[in-house]
């Protein structure tokens, strides 16, 4: 390696690497501010418009998209046509280009930047060089991130100023990634600019996560799998907490853990919920966070045996005693943060201290309104559904009472909380709460009568004086009858139903509150 050029917007470890590069007489070509910044501590460097004898132009626009710059990185070493027209052209090589790119991505992220602030910020002569590397990677080395410097001057150092073939490759693939994520910022921010397409709903769609674990398996032990994350995704997921004790994760278990953060983070008061199988078994609100959880618990004490927990609060050391009880089993707990004397407890106490899981997953409330916008993926065979998620206002706010009998004060609590939880079950969905708790669930069912049987059956005597929540109409008054000849007291749906006077009149009858929100929450 003899000659390297750096240009870069981020100066994170930019000295140092010079540093390293100079201990192996490594010349040194710059722009800009980078120029400026290694010259500023004393490093040998030579402008690029020496090296190239043209200088920058265009308030900087043009000033590597030059002969000697490209024809330094693309000529062949192995070619001796190559080498005799960089000879005759006066082109010396180029071993090594050090760019990250102008900070496109964040320009446009912050509230009120102009267009033609964004625009400046398409960086031009960065992928030119990244790409023309990268093509030639047999020979030349790329580095597009400050986190890849350490390693790449510890191989330096290692093979006597070589580098190996292989983390010239790797480098080359992280090239491409960085640069086909980096157009795909620019394509959509230029989509939406135009009016082209929705900007929630493009018209081409293209996605770059990065691999965050390999995973033993998939869903099941046959089934290969990995875990993907969403770089520009800012708000608390499952996917981004810190895993803080426990055994590696499982596929099966990110899908309880997202759905677990998805319900808790609905409510302002101390929320618990209990997932088993991607569906809630218990849920609950309360004035403290252990109360909350033992509620929840209760909801369905046999299905949460072994179920994932999932709290909107930092858990405390109460909470923590609460999940412990005898007889209880948990695999991973997901919160916000966990204070030190809850963290003793919950991996010293239980039987399962080693494997249980905790996972802080941060402020719940933080970049919320990113969250509003996201945008649901689920792959097809063959292609791909998209659609905005279902968060935000539920409905409940514009309810109508369609019956005679009106639900008390604390009826209303517990239909709202109902209308809450029915869009985080499987359709067709049935739930059942009372005293602002998870009583009873029907998932998943072809038949919203057998949703509605099995709600009943899960709540046992706890059925009478509940409330029902429905994430569709009821199709007929049979889910109506059954309703009553169990107890309940009240109910929300969607109403919409040709037969919706049907199960009206029927709730009259039996003496039932209902109230209509006109809003669907099918989750498939």
């Not at 201290?353 to 063959?382: H, I, W, Y």
């Amino acid at each position: 390696m003899r000659r390297a050029l750096l240009s870069v917007s981020d100066k994170s470890g930019l000295v140092e690497l010079a540093q390293g590069l100079r201990r192996h007489q490594v010349e040194l070509l710059s722009t800009g501010g980078t120029y400026r910044t290694l010259s500023e501590a004393g490093i040998e460097v030579k402008e690029i418009s020496e090296h190239t004898g043209f200088p920058e132009i265009l308030d900087g626009r043009v000033k590597t998209l030059h002969p000697k710059v490209h024809g330094g990185l693309l000529f062949r070493r192995e070619s001796s046509a190559h080498v005799d027209a960089a000879r005759e052209h006066d082109i010396d090589p180029i071993d090594l280009v050090v760019v990250n790119l102008y900070p496109f991505e964040q320009t446009v992220a912050r509230k009120g930047v102009s267009f033609e602030a964004a625009i400046e910020q398409i960086d031009i002569g960065g992928p030119s060089m990244i790409r023309s590397a990268a093509k030639n990677h047999a020979h030349v080395a790329v580095l597009t991130d400050p986190s890849q410097y350490a390693e790449f001057l510890e191989e330096l150092d290692r093979h006597g100023g070589k580098v190996p073939d292989k983390l010239l490759a790797r480098l080359a693939h992280a090239a491409f990634l960085r640069t086909s994520r980096y157009d795909h910022a620019i394509e959509q921010y230029l989509a939406g600019h135009a009016g082209e397409a929705q900007e929630d709903l493009p018209l081409t769609m293209s996605m770059t996560y990065g691999q965050s674990a390999t995973l033993r398996y998939g869903e099941n032990p046959h089934q290969r799998a990995a875990l993907y994350i969403d770089p520009d995704c800012l708000y608390a997921t499952a996917v981004g907490a810190e895993q803080i004790h426990g055994k590696e994760l499982s596929y099966n278990n990110l899908l309880d853990l997202d759905s677990a953060l998805s319900i808790v983070r609905e409510f302002r008061d101390p929320a618990a919920v209990v997932i088993k199988h991607n569906n809630p078994c218990g849920a609950a609100i309360a004035d403290s966070l252990a109360n909350a959880f033992a509620k929840a618990y209760e909801g369905d004490p046999v299905s949460a045996f072994g179920s994932i927990i999932g709290l909107n609060r930092p858990v405390d050391q109460a909470t923590a005693e609460a999940m412990t009880e005898p007889d209880r089993f948990v695999e991973a707990i997901i919160a916000p943060s966990f204070e030190a004397d809850a963290v003793d407890v919950l991996t010293t106490r239980p039987t399962w201290k080693k494997s249980v899981r905790l996972l802080q997953a941060g402020d719940l409330t933080a970049n919320e309104d990113q969250r509003q916008k996201s945008m649901r993926l689920r792959p097809l065979e063959g292609g791909m559904l998209r659609q905005s998620a279902d968060v935000g206002p539920s409905g409940f706010e514009q309810r109508k009472l369609v019956t005679e009998t009106a639900p008390s004060d604390d009826q209303l609590k517990d239909l709202e909380f109902a209308w809450t939880m029915v869009k985080h079950v499987r359709s067709n969905a049935i739930v059942l709460v009372k005293d602002q708790a998870l009583v009873g669930v029907g998932a998943g069912q072809m038949s919203r009568v057998d949703s509605v049987r099995i709600a009943i059956e899960k709540a046992g005597n706890r059925a009478v004086g509940s409330s029902l929540g429905s994430d569709a109409f009821f199709p007929f008054r049979d889910n109506i009858d059954l309703a009553a000849k169990a107890g309940i007291a009240a109910i929300v749906q969607p109403g919409g139903s040709k037969r919706d006077l049907d199960s009206i009149q029927a709730c009259d009858e039996h003496g039932i509150a209902m109230l209509m929100t006109g809003v669907r929450h099918f989750l498939h």
